[in-house]
């Protein structure tokens, strides 16, 4: 009858090195490809999400012509950014939130009503972006005017803040990670045709 010999100390510490050797390469490799995976989503639907508001202002003749100078019109569709400025009331934790929103103005004041959310605890709009986020602890709008034209402006619908210039030029949002990679999406909103969004 054979008996069994089992491993020695040191076939063991090779089968163990072998083990750091190759977890060593794939968990770095996991967490970038998890990164990019973060990124590629909210870019692929933050860029549905902008044509979708370009369909709804569109479709329903609702486009955004106010000014605190004379009132002019809010329109009902609006982007509500919030890039990890606005902590969350429960949790205390900041995040990236874009939210398609619908004003109701029926009541006083105006309600915000969400009809579309993408959220992210790893992902960020990057400084370099050419829309003007916020970075004082309040949100970030988009819209559209008639001509088709990109309208930002921080603050809230009624009380706009810093930003509400209608531009015609093209207008980039970055997408990177909140930290670790240079991996990036950049968004380009084109006035021409208006409506038009792409994902790089």
């Keep these: 009858m054979k008996r069994f010999k089992g491993f020695t100390l040191q076939e063991m510490a090779i089968v163990l090195a072998i083990l750091a050797i190759l977890l060593a390469i794939a968990v770095p ?10 990124v590629n989503s909210v870019a ?4 549905a999400m902008i044509r979708e508001l370009y369909e709804k202002v569109d479709s329903e003749m609702e486009y955004d012509t106010y000014s605190s ?6 329109s009902k569709y609006y982007i509500r950014i919030d890039n990890r400025q606005i902590p969350d ?3 205390g934790e900041k995040s990236l939130k874009i939210q398609l929103i619908k004003l109701d103005t029926s009541s006083t ?3 915000e009503i969400v ?3 993408i959220k992210s605890k790893t992902v960020q709009i990057a400084p370099t972006s050419t829309i003007v986020m916020s970075n004082t602890g309040v949100a970030t709008y988009l819209t559209f005017g008639p001509k088709g034209e990109i309208i930002e402006f921080t603050g809230s619908i009624v009380a706009r803040g810093s930003v509400h210039t209608p531009y015609t030029a093209q207008k980039t949002i970055e997408i990177i990670p909140i930290s670790g990679s240079s991996y990036k999406k950049t968004i380009v909103l084109n ?7 792409e994902v790089q």
Excluded: W
């Design 29 to 38: 490799n996991y967490i970038a490809m998890k990164k990019r995976a973060d």
């Design 44 to 47: 692929t639907q933050f860029a």
């Design 69 to 74: 100078a004379t009132g002019g019109h809010m």
């Design 89 to 91: 009331p429960v949790t």
């Design 109 to 111: 004041p105006h309600r």
């Design 115 to 117: 009809l579309k959310e």
């Design 191 to 197: 006035s021409i045709p208006p409506g038009s969004v």
